[in-house]
Nanobody, 117 residues
């Protein structure tokens, strides 16, 4: 089964940028729909951005125009470029892989993003 490791989180000032990375092992991401989710304290986990059916992408409304999801199949990685960050973007960001064969979901351990001055 695939294992996912996120990195790239940290503390950033409002208006700043971060690039999150998720690297998969144990399987090629080609057979997974890869996505990013986040969970803020006291809130439910929510979709940020995801690939669907190959190269199609979906973004949450709050992410449109600020965040960009990308993938590099050769590196078995998926990335989230986040610009114009706001304090309300503070959350733990999780990478998810959904098998296109079984629809089973796999999650990474998460990476903390804190937006604060």
């Amino acid at each position: 089964q695939v294992q996912l490791v996120e990195s790239g989180g940290g503390l950033v000032q409002p208006g700043g940028s971060l690039r999150l990375s998720c690297v998969a092992s144990g399987g090629s991401i080609v057979i997974y729909d890869m996505g990013w989710f986040r969970q803020a304290p006291g809130k439910q986990r929510e979709l940020v951005a995801t690939f669907r059916s190959g190269s199609n992408t979906d973004y949450a409304d709050f992410a449109k125009g600020r965040f960009t999801i990308s993938r590099d199949n050769a590196k078995n990685g998926v990335y989230l470029q986040m610009n114009s960050l706001l304090p309300e973007d503070t959350a733990v960001y999780y990478c998810k892989a959904r098998s296109v064969i079984s629809s089973r979901d796999y999650w990474g351990q998460g990476t903390q993003v804190t937006v604060s001055s």
